[in-house]
T-cell receptor
Framework: AAGVIQSPRHLIKEKRETATLKCYPIPRHDTVYWYQQGPGQDPQFLIS???????DKGSIPDRFSAQQFSDYHSELNMSSLELGDSALYFC???????????FGSGTRLTVV | AQSVTQPDIHITVSEGASLELRCNYSYGATPYLFWYVQSPGQGLQLLLK??????LVQGIKGFEAEFKRSQSSFNLRKPSVHWSDAAEYFC??????????FGGGTRVLVKP
């Protein structure tokens, strides 16, 4: 069965650089969620999209932005990267009335 | 506001012994609850979920969880653990906006 695809799997950036993370949801899932998991932390909700519109916003820094495209894939854009942005970034997808969420394997971002 | 608490940060159990992971939640409405497992550096895999109905929920890999409204708990159990069960376990609550609120996680170590 198709899963949630995230790319890249690993990313190393320097401080003040930008990064773009991509997420491809399960077919027919119209909602995408982004989570950030710092080392030894639980995942924290960043932002979600339903039908290409932002549906909810969590603790996402102003330096980050995201969007969902017509094919339902989503991109998380991160600018002016800081050391503290080093984390595992998960994308999850669901249908509009979610009885479950499918998570991708995550993108591990390391800022040096 | 909703919250999820996992009181045990670490649990060590012998292979073949039983396992119980505690999860307490705070939410003003009917909770939708989930348990996820995460191996090091990997994504989140759904073990089981509770929406309504039977308060004892069966999941994958031999896990089960019992929802107790009176105690605001959703504890995860497994009768006999295997070395492959060593991982981090997250309890999560589906909150307003359909986003997930996670507990802090419990890391399970399995002794031979």
């Amino acid at each position: 069965a198709a899963g949630v695809i995230q790319s890249p799997r690993h990313l190393i950036k320097e401080k003040r650089e930008t990064a773009t993370l991509k997420c491809y949801p399960i077919p027919r899932h119209d909602t995408v969620y982004w989570y950030q998991q710092g080392p030894g932390q639980d995942p924290q909700f960043l932002i979600s999209f339903y039908e290409k519109m932002q549906s909810d916003k969590g603790s996402i820094p102003d330096r980050f932005s995201a969007q969902q495209f017509s094919d339902y894939h989503s991109e998380l854009n991160m600018s002016s990267l800081e050391l503290g942005d080093s984390a595992l970034y998960f994308c999850a997808s669901s249908s509009v009335a979610p009885d479950g969420y499918t998570f991708g394997s995550g993108t591990r971002l390391t800022v040096v | 506001a909703q919250s999820v608490t996992q009181p045990d940060i670490h649990i060590t159990v012998s292979e073949g012994a039983s396992l119980e992971l505690r999860c307490n939640y705070s939410y003003g409405a009917t909770p939708y609850l989930f348990w996820y497992v995460q191996s090091p550096g990997q994504g989140l895999q759904l073990l089981l979920k509770y929406f309504s109905g039977d308060t004892l929920v069966q999941g994958i890999k031999g896990f089960e969880a019992e929802f107790k409204r009176s105690q605001s708990s959703f504890n995860l159990r497994k009768p006999s653990v295997h070395w492959s069960d060593a991982a981090e376990y997250f309890c999560a609550l589906r909150a307003a906006g359909n986003k997930l609120t996670f507990g802090g996680g419990t890391r399970v170590l399995v002794k031979p």
